[in-house]
């Protein structure tokens, strides 16, 4: 096919081959499931993500102007203002009329300008508005397409390092002896050239439903009229200077057209624009490009794979898609090695034939594409040698020496820090970080004249006496631990030592001088202005001039800063408040500033160049040419301020996460005292470590309860919870009062504005610190605690932390962490449910009060925990009084919004949504109501009484939007019920789901409430007895509830819990007794048998394949194809110990056999190679059961002294021919039983030995 075209039967395969897809991941109502997504992303579009501060272009392609040209563009948001008729609908209902503007305008106005990149130059199109809101509703289409494919990165961005890593497992667990890998990493060429957009019309109109198909083909039609610009320069050459000639023959022709001379489709004589057909403009229809390339490699996958089914060859496949860049992954799996060459020469030959099976897609490969390699793979600069993340680390000359444009002192040490962030996660480790902020500290100082201006040494020493970040002072991390716990704890440390500093930020606070930098953070608003502000300026007049006046309507009706948009008027307003964002300025002001600030060293400290407050109030001072006083560093320095302290209330607004930091601080205290040593660890992983996961936090945020006290917004929640929050606010900022207007002109409110004063409510919710840490593993046997881990073993390569004589997770541990932990190590050891229960209970009675009901609150898991525990403490307190009961019923309420109740009959949870049917029976608010549900449907609901629950419609919306249920909202016209619940609401109009009203009684306050506690399995289950069972909340235990410490919970004489508390071995005699009892049914009632020979063998299963006794993969690695973060990196770190084909770290483990050598000799092995890297993620909140056995020691000892035991013929005997002499009984009875090895014994009968096996065997 030639360039541009493209095969119709083809492109419909592959929209047919989309559809197959769909009906196996949704079932037969796909087209209505895809219909919903595309629907739901439309409907979310609003004006405020229209108006963005992006270019729209202004040209007008029907009249070629006269004269010398300079384009003008403007921003969006001023487009949007000029075309105010637009506003009165939402964009999903102004779509038709748009797009009918477009198509009567004769398509698209398209203006074209060059950015500069790495290696070249890139065309930027900037598109009119009206073509900027069609292309927006055309590519939500196609993002709703990617979020449905698993191999489209572009919207499944988290799985670009997950999927090529899960690959390698899965193919490494294969028990096949030979397998193959072949790899590409494909680059399309001319990507925006070689697409005509009819192909894109075709293909979705085949793949989506019909309510799509007018808007996909009118829409994108109009990129066949694509009217482009022609450059400023261009076209003033070809107006002024028309009898240049020119020797290149594209440009010729141009002038020739432009003339009149020659006749060209694509221009028209004097034309200030050319019409351009072919192309789907690059970045424009971005998603759309990528969804198609993804549905090409999709039929390509299937139709190989349905061609090696033919050969019977077993195959694993990975593809990774973003727009014009694709790689893949082939392994293939044999026992023959025949049959091996076989696979990997069709392996190969599919990776080569993509080249001529793109053509009927009108892709064209690029020599650049790396075709067929074995083993290593790129996509998206990642690039994939074995198992291993290969990353440059070049960004370390970024970091270090890279000058930022930016105008606050304190928003440049965040960008900095940033940068050394970047640099940690790329793998450099916590050595280099600190090398790398030290050089940061030294340009830092420079640029404020160190070295240059002679009274540096003055302000310097004053500087370091005051210590203020916002004058200059530079904040540095504890070289330990640089870059992992962010800026704000190396400031919240300053701030605690340094008196000097603690007082001016009370008086700043006071004085109003605080701003938001872009990060979030609360600092002195010290500006020194390096850029130039004419746009800013020009963007603030010219919003001025389409709604005068419109920062004293917000300031007299703040409520538009808080509530979606309702009307005309607030859409407006909510546009323009974006350009208060202290980040806009700062963009929009760029423009020579680095040579301004290099400049500026020699006068920045002297002179007055800087000025207090915020970026955007000086901006409108200068527009409204008010006088905005000016003042120099030295000035600032020397201001005199009142030497009081900050208050707590305070304190805790600037450092929302001050607990945390104190924690860090004590870990960074006792790191402190260990040494650098040598280390030969060499895996590499990508771990994703929760820094500061939230531990507590206010039932609602303070925006959501102002929505609430100020405006009356309804929340689903009681108003009890609402006014406990409010109080708990109000204790830390007593300057709050009921009125926002109020609260502004309160003396004591430290901000100027309403928009400051949102600012400051929207970011006063925690949130967890997350580091993607690549450098050495952070979850070892020998320790839980990854933040110590992760900060010992990444110091730098082959260099580690460690305390003398001591193990670094010996320290003394919380009493609370201490308490869950037991619990999780009760509920995982084989005790029976009853003996589980009693330990249970006495932990919980006995432990430290997890959670007093207030408002400030645990994580949700840690909630449902602290109601168990008061249950507990409730049932065996022989004193009780029903207030005791009610208080637990209030903690319930709090914890599930105003609901308490539970399951009268549970659902089980599927892939697809909830299963089977159900009952909920509860209490919501003031409502008593039954909830019957049938799969995903709520079929009916029973209410005691409606008036209380059209007062609660609120709570109970909330109450089934948890549960995941839907109403349909058909029409019922047999039914018995007078109301109906749908959308929200009760109505009498007989649609939705029929509600009842009945009697119903649910444990009236005047009766004791009778609670009753279960542990079935590794769950603990509290139910409420209301005449029958309802099941109110569930607890289980996580990976990393798990610690191990010296001392156990409790000493006692059983020594397999004693050791498996502390994560101690057994001496191989003790264990080959323990193993050996559950044989022959010696073991204690206490004991569940199932589960303990199930405890028995996950452990001495993980001990058996560290050791490498590993007769067979079968018998070692039963686990699921699909695997969680967790279990990715858990597997990945094992595998070197679980598989005979995998190198392994210690090299008298597998024997050097013939066979291996010969599996090398084809490059037939999945050999993973020593270093390591792959990914897994630690979350807070995860709720997957962990498997904890993987790293337990308890049988270690044991494996390994039958290892050493045995000579080199017994392991080749085992390995091979899974037999032992007979002095191995008790290992053939163990492993046979356990692990279902079936050992069979042999007579140690002598053989004829080689001189080395003698000299080995003499040796062993």
Aim: with cysteine; glycine share 6%.
């Amino acid at each position: 096919l030639k360039f541009h075209e493209f095969s119709r039967r083809a492109n419909c395969a592959a929209a047919d081959n989309l559809r197959m897809f769909w009906r196996k991941e949704f079932g037969r109502d796909f087209d209505n499931k895809i219909t919903d997504m595309i629907l739901r992303r439309m409907v979310s579009i609003s004006w405020d993500k229209v108006a963005t501060l992006k270019a729209s272009s202004t040209f007008d392609p029907k009249e070629a102007p006269e004269g010398k040209v300079r384009t003008t563009r403007m921003r969006v948001i001023i487009a949007v203002l000029q075309n105010e008729g637009l506003i009165g609908k939402k964009p999903v209902d102004s779509i038709v009329n748009i797009l009918n503007w477009v198509d009567s305008d004769g398509g698209l106005r398209v203006d074209l300008f060059k950015k500069n990149q790495h290696g070249g130059l890139r065309e930027i199109y900037v598109l009119e508005l009206h073509s900027r809101i069609l292309q927006l509703f055309l590519e939500e289409i196609s993002r709703a397409i990617c979020d449905t494919i698993p191999m489209e990165m572009m919207m499944h961005a988290s799985e670009k390092l997950r999927r090529p890593q899960e690959h390698i497992i899965r193919s490494a667990r294969r028990p096949e002896k030979f397998k193959t890998n072949v790899c590409s990493s494909n680059d399309a060429k001319v990507w925006n050239q070689g697409h005509l957009v009819t192909k894109f019309i075709q293909f979705l109109v085949r793949a989506l439903p019909t309510e799509f198909h007018g808007l996909i083909i009118n829409g994108m039609k109009q990129w066949l009229n694509k009217r482009i610009k022609l450059p400023d320069g261009v076209y003033n050459l070809l107006f002024f200077k028309p009898e240049t000639e020119f020797f290149g023959k594209e440009e010729s022709t141009l002038s020739d057209a432009y003339r009149g001379l020659v006749e060209v489709p694509w221009m028209k004589m004097g034309a200030n624009h050319m019409n351009i057909r072919s192309g789907m403009m690059q970045g424009i229809l971005h998603y759309t490009s990528s969804a198609y390339h993804a549905s090409v490699l999709m039929l390509r996958d299937n139709l190989f794979k349905s061609y090696m089914q033919k050969l019977g060859i077993k195959v694993l496949t990975t593809d990774l898609v973003s727009s014009d860049d694709s790689s893949r992954l082939t392994d293939t799996f044999s026992t023959s090695e025949q049959l091996a060459k076989r696979g990997l020469i069709f392996s190969r030959a599919d990776h080569i034939a993509i080249a001529k099976f793109s053509t009927f897609f009108g892709i064209a490969m690029s020599p650049k594409s790396s075709i067929a390699t074995s083993h290593v793979v790129e996509f998206n600069s990642e690039f994939y040698i074995r198992a291993s993340l290969a990353r440059p680390t070049y960004k370390w000359v970024v970091a270090a020496i890279g000058v930022i444009e930016i105008e606050s002192l304190f928003e440049r040490q965040e960008l900095m820090y940033n940068l050394m962030v970047e640099l940690l996660e790329g793998g450099s480790g916590f050595m280099q970080a600190h090398g790398t902020q030290l050089a940061q500290a030294f340009l830092h100082y420079k640029l404020l004249g160190a070295g240059i201006n002679k009274l540096w040494a003055t302000y310097s020493h004053k500087l370091t006496d005051i210590a203020d970040p916002s004058l200059g002072f530079f904040l540095t991390d504890p070289p330990v631990a640089c870059g992992l716990f962010g800026l704000n704890f190396s400031f919240w440390s300053l701030v605690l030592a340094n008196e000097h500093l603690n007082c001016r930020l009370q008086n700043q606070i006071e004085t109003g001088n605080l701003t938001s930098t872009t990060k979030g953070s609360l600092m002195n608003g010290v500006q020194i202005r390096y850029g130039n502000r004419a746009r800013v300026l020009k963007i603030l007049e010219d919003a001025e001039s389409y709604y005068p006046g419109w920062q004293d309507v917000i300031e007299s009706d703040p409520q538009v800063l808080y509530q979606h948009p309702s009307n005309k008027r607030d859409v407006l307003l909510r546009m323009l408040v974006k350009l208060t964002s202290p980040s806009v300025t700062a963009s929009l002001s760029a423009g020579n500033a680095i040579s301004r600030m290099i400049s500026s060293s020699v006068y920045v400290i002297t002179h007055k160049a800087t000025s207090l407050g915020s970026a955007w109030f000086k901006l409108v001072e200068n527009y409204q040419e008010l006088n905005s006083k000016r003042y120099s560093l030295f000035q600032l320095l020397a201001m005199d301020v009142d030497r009081k302290p900050l208050t707590p209330e305070n304190f805790q607004a600037l450092f929302p996460l001050s607990k945390q930091y104190q924690q860090a601080d004590d870990l960074i205290r006792k790191v402190s005292k260990f040494q650098h040593t040598h280390s030969n660890q060499r895996k590499r992983l990508r771990s994703h470590i929760a820094v500061f996961p939230v531990q507590s936090e206010v039932a609602l945020s303070l925006e959501d309860v102002v929505r609430r006290i100020w405006f009356g917004q309804v929340l689903p929640v009681s108003d009890r919870v609402v006014r406990a929050s409010w109080a708990h606010y109000k204790r830390l900022f007593p300057w709050l009062l009921e009125d926002p207007i109020d609260t502004l002109k309160s003396e004591d409110c430290p901000f100027d504005s309403q928009i400051s004063l949102r600012n400051f409510v929207a970011r006063q919710g925690l949130k967890s610190r997350f580091v993607h840490l690549t450098g050495a593993p952070v979850r070892t046997t020998e320790s839980h605690d990854m933040i110590l881990t992760a900060i010992c073993n990444n110091q730098k390569p082959h260099v580690v932390l460690s305390l003398e004589g001591k193990s670094r997770d010996q320290h003394k541990i919380h009493s609370f962490d201490s308490m869950v932990a037991n619990l999780a190590k009760i509920l995982a050891y084989p005790w029976n449910n009853e003996e589980k229960l009693r330990r249970v209970s006495n932990e919980l009675e006995f432990g430290q009060n997890i959670w007093d009901g207030g408002v400030v609150r645990p994580p949700p898991r840690l909630q449902r925990l602290s109601v168990i525990q008061d249950a507990i403490r409730y049932s065996r307190n022989p004193s009780k009084t029903l207030s005791d009961g009610q208080k637990i019923y209030d903690k319930i309420s709090l914890m599930k919004g105003g609901s308490i109740g539970g399951w009268l009959r549970r659902q089980s949870r599927t892939d697809t949504g909830w299963s089977g049917s159900g009952v909920w029976f509860g209490k919501t608010g003031d409502t008593i109501i039954r909830l019957e549900l049938q799969g995903g449907e709520l079929l009916r609901m029973t209410v005691d009484d409606i008036e209380s629950a059209k007062r609660d419609r609120n709570l109970i919306a909330k109450l089934i939007s948890d549960m995941e249920v839907f109403v349909k909202p058909s029409s019922l016209t047999f039914s018995m019920s007078n109301w109906f619940w749908f959308g929200s609401n009760f109505s009498r109009e007989r649609i939705g789901c029929p509600v009842f009203v009945g009697k119903q009684v649910f444990n009236e306050a005047s009766e004791m409430p009778r609670f009753v506690t279960r542990v079935l399995d590794s769950s603990i289950r509290l139910y409420l007895d209301v005449g029958r069972m309802l099941n109110i909340c569930s607890y289980n235990y996580q990976s990393e509830d798990f610690r191990w410490y010296a001392t156990s919970p409790g000493r006692s004489a059983d020594a397999v819990w004693e050791n498996w508390s502390r994560n101690a071995s057994l001496s191989p005699d003790l264990a080959i007794r323990v193993l050996k009892a559950p044989i022959y049914k010696k073991t204690s009632t206490k004991m569940d048998m199932g589960k303990l020979k199930e405890f028995f063998k996950n452990l001495l299963r993980s001990s058996v394949a560290s050791v490498g006794l590993n007769p067979s993969i079968h018998d070692l690695l039963k686990m699921p194809d699909e695997l969680d973060d967790f279990e990715v990196g858990i597997s990945l770190d094992d595998l070197l110990d679980y598989t005979d084909l995998i190198v392994t770290e210690d090299s008298d483990v597998a024997a050097d056999d013939r066979e291996s050598s010969e599996v090398v000799k084809y490059d037939l092995d999945m050999g993973l190679g020593i270093d390591e890297l792959f990914d897994f993620s630690y979350n807070e909140e995860r709720s997957s059961r962990p498997d904890i056995f993987r790293n337990h020691l308890l049988f270690k000892e044991l494996c390994s002294w039958w290892l050493s035991d045995l000579s080199r013929r017994e392991r080749k005997l085992f390995i091979e021919k899974k037999q032992v002499f007979s002095n191995r009984e008790d290992m053939k009875e163990i492993l046979n039983h356990y692990l279902e090895m079936n050992l069979m014994i042999v007579e140690d009968a002598p053989q004829d030995l080689s001189g080395l096996e003698e000299f080995e065997q003499l040796f062993e």
